[in-house]
């Protein structure tokens, strides 16, 4: 059965953005743009919630229309308008680029959404992530780590937050970033 999985870059210090929302801290070079699109070619949907879905859909379902555009980044384009996607929004109307709008996140739906799938699932945002983690819909964690501490502003793990988790592989790029896989540690 397909993995869900959650996949994000994180500041050293343990930020997914800035307190103004930026992500232009993150150091995405080509080797690491190209291991982010080798992973997601080879998924079956992404995950969203409404914040993630409108962030992406802004700049993704024309970026490889740029001429200058680097080819991994107009790959990427490609990549995330042919995959099918879900936005969980209870505000969202409508949403374009293969995108179903769910109102709320149902452990059968996803189960459902899971069997059909083509590959992995692929969760986008810190904020649904909370909710399949309360639901423990998560099967794996893959953190970016970026070598940039950015002094405060929204962090991955909200307060509070608990989670056992089982290191099961590590990958160094040349930039300094290094992916972290986990899964959810099996009670004991």
Known sequence: MHKIIFMMSVSLDGYFET???SLAWQDISEELHTHFNEEL???????NGRVSYELMARFWPTADE????PKVVADYA?????LPKVAYSR???EAGWGTTVVRE???AEVEALRSAAAGDLFIGGPGLLRTFERLGLVD???IYVHPTVIGGGNPLFAAGT????ELTGTRAFANGVVLLRYRPAQAE
Do not use: F, K, Q
């Open 91 to 93: 505000t969202l109307r």
């Open 162 to 165: 608990a989670l056992r988790l």
């Open 41 to 47: 070619a080879a998924a079956g949907g992404l995950l």
């Open 78 to 82: 490609r990549i995330w308008r042919d």
């Open 66 to 69: 740029d001429p200058a555009a």
């Open 105 to 107: 996140v149902v452990p």
């Open 140 to 142: 794996e964690y893959r």
């Open 19 to 21: 307190a103004g929302h």
